[in-house]
């Protein structure tokens, strides 16, 4: 699976952005989703996840309120609308694929993903 990621870019702190991830092949709605991040110099963390049949969403707490992570399966894409954005919000965004099918647990474990994208870098200025 190929997992493309857009719409990163400078934003100022209180300012919005959307990422779209798009995915290849035919078994993306069999799978969850989710959105991690990197900042310079720190570990990789978990930002929100998506189960398959998007009945069910994840957040870290630094996010919720502010991020909305949803799905079209129709169109292979996930996304995730980022409002209030802050400085410490500034990172690269991966999008990445649950390694399992079907999974009904909790889409809240960095290692539970095993597919990841390219990336997109989100800068948010002060």
């Known amino acids: 699976v190929q997992l493309q990621a857009s719409g990163g870019g400078l934003v100022q702190a209180g300012g919005s952005l959307r990422l779209s991830c798009v995915a290849s092949?035919?078994?993306?709605?069999?799978?969850?989703m989710g959105w991690l991040r990197q900042a310079p110099g720190k570990e990789r963390e978990f930002v929100a996840g998506?189960?398959?049949?998007?009945?069910?969403?994840y957040y870290t707490e630094h996010v919720k309120g502010r991020f909305t992570i949803s799905r079209d399966n129709a169109k292979n894409t996930v996304y995730l609308q980022m409002d209030s954005l802050k400085p410490e919000d500034t990172a690269v965004y991966y999008c990445?694929?649950?390694?399992?099918?079907?999974?009904?647990?909790?889409?809240?474990?960095?290692?539970?993903?095993?597919?990841w994208g390219q990336g997109t870098l989100v800068t948010v200025s002060s």
């Open positions: 990445a694929r649950w390694g399992t099918a079907y999974y009904g647990g909790s889409y809240d474990r960095p290692q539970g993903f095993n597919y």
């Open positions: 998506i189960s398959w049949a998007a009945d069910r969403t």
């Open positions: 092949g035919r078994t993306f709605s069999t799978y969850g």
